[in-house]
C-alpha cells in the first residue's frame, strides 16, 4: 500500500479542557483532491491549525513525507511544501496583480531582496502562466484591492501556487463568490489536483459537488464519516448533525 503523504494519527487538541478534535485520524495521498465538511465547531480550522503549526496537538502524530511536523513552526511548514489559504483573500491590495505574484514566485524571500531584486526568467514565466491560469491576465497592472472579491479569492490561490507548495490547504475558496465564479473556481481547484495534493474545506454543497472529490464529514473534533458526497450524504448522522441543519 502506497504511504501516505500526510497523516495524521490520533491527534487531539485541548483548549483548557475544551476538546477541539478528538482523537482524529486521517491521511492523504499525494496528488489527491479532498474536500473537508462540517458544522461550525466541528473543528475544520483546527484540523487546518495543526498541520500547518499554529496549533501543537495535545496528543497524537502529525507527519509529511515520513517526518514529524510537530514543534516545526509555520514558516518551516510552509517551506517544506505545505501552503494555506486562509478564508478572507490575502493579497497586497496597494501592488498590482503581477506585482503579487511576483513577490510570491520569488525565489528569494526576505523583504529587502524581494523589493530590489530582479526576479528570475523561470519566474517570470512562471508569473504570466499563473495570470493566465486563473484568468487575470487582462488584470496584470490593476492594483489588487480593486479586484472583485472572486478574483481576489483567484488570486490568492495563484500566489499559493506560485510559491509550488506539494499540498494545498484552501479554506472556504468560495465564499462569497457568485454561482459563476462558484463554478470557475471548482474548475480551477480540479486542475490543480495531481500536480498538488489538495485539500478543501468548504459549507457549499454545490461546489462539493461540482469538485466530484472523497468527501470527509467531521462533528465535534472527531471524522464522522467519509465517501463520495452522494453517499455521505444519505447517512443518517450527516443528515442530524450537518446536513439537515440550516447553512451556517
Same mark, same amino acid.
Given at each position: ?5 500526510? =497523516? ?10 475544551? &476538546? /477541539? ?10 496528488? =489527491? %483532491?479532498?474536500?473537508? #465538511? ?9 484540523? %487546518?491549525?495543526?498541520?500547518? @503549526? ?11 513525507? @515520513? ?5 516545526? $513552526?509555520?514558516? +518551516?511548514?510552509?517551506r517544506d511544501g505545505i501552503g494555506r489559504k ?6 497586497? *491590495?496597494? %501592488? ?14 526576505? /523583504?529587502?531582496?524581494? %523589493? ?6 523561470p519566474s517570470k514565466d =512562471? ?5 493566465? &491560469?486563473?484568468? !487575470? $491576465? ?21 500566489? !499559493? ?22 463554478? +470557475? ?15 478543501? #474545506? *468548504? ?5 462539493? +459537488?461540482? !469538485? ?13 464519516? *467519509? ?9 443518517? +448522522?450527516?443528515? *442530524? ?8
Amino acid at each position: 500500500m502506497t504511504k501516505p503523504l500526510l =497523516e495524521l494519527k490520533d491527534v487531539s487538541v485541548s483548549f483548557d479542557g475544551f &476538546y /477541539a478534535l478528538t482523537d482524529l485520524s486521517l491521511t492523504l495521498q499525494k496528488g =489527491e %483532491l479532498k474536500s473537508i #465538511i462540517g458544522p461550525n465547531g466541528a473543528g475544520k480550522t483546527t484540523f %487546518l491549525d495543526v498541520i500547518t @503549526g499554529k496549533v501543537r496537538p495535545t496528543k497524537g502524530s502529525v507527519t509529511f513525507k @515520513g517526518k514529524s511536523l510537530i514543534g516545526l $513552526s509555520e514558516q +518551516r511548514i510552509s517551506r517544506d511544501g505545505i501552503g494555506r489559504k486562509f478564508q478572507t483573500p490575502r493579497v497586497f *491590495e496597494n %501592488l498590482t496583480v503581477q506585482r503579487n505574484l511576483e513577490l510570491s514566485a520569488s525565489p528569494q524571500k526576505n /523583504a529587502f531582496s524581494l %523589493l530590489v531584486d530582479r526576479l528570475p526568467t523561470p519566474s517570470k514565466d =512562471e508569473v504570466q502562466r499563473l495570470m493566465s &491560469y486563473v484568468g !487575470l $491576465s487582462p488584470f496584470a497592472s490593476t492594483q489588487a484591492g480593486s479586484l472583485s472579491h472572486g478574483q481576489k479569492q483567484w488570486l490568492a490561490i495563484a500566489m !499559493l501556487v506560485a510559491q509550488s507548495p506539494e499540498v494545498l490547504l484552501l479554506d472556504e475558496p468560495v465564499a462569497g463568490l457568485t454561482d459563476e465564479e462558484t463554478f +470557475r473556481t471548482a474548475e480551477l481547484i480540479k486542475s490543480l489536483a495531481g500536480d498538488h495534493t489538495v485539500v478543501v #474545506i *468548504e459549507h457549499d454543497m454545490e461546489f462539493i +459537488r461540482d !469538485l466530484n472529490a472523497p468527501v470527509t464529514v467531521l462533528h465535534q473534533g472527531q471524522l464522522l464519516t *467519509e465517501g463520495p458526497l452522494d453517499q455521505v450524504k444519505q447517512d443518517p +448522522r450527516v443528515i *442530524e448533525v450537518y446536513l439537515g441543519q440550516a447553512d451556517d
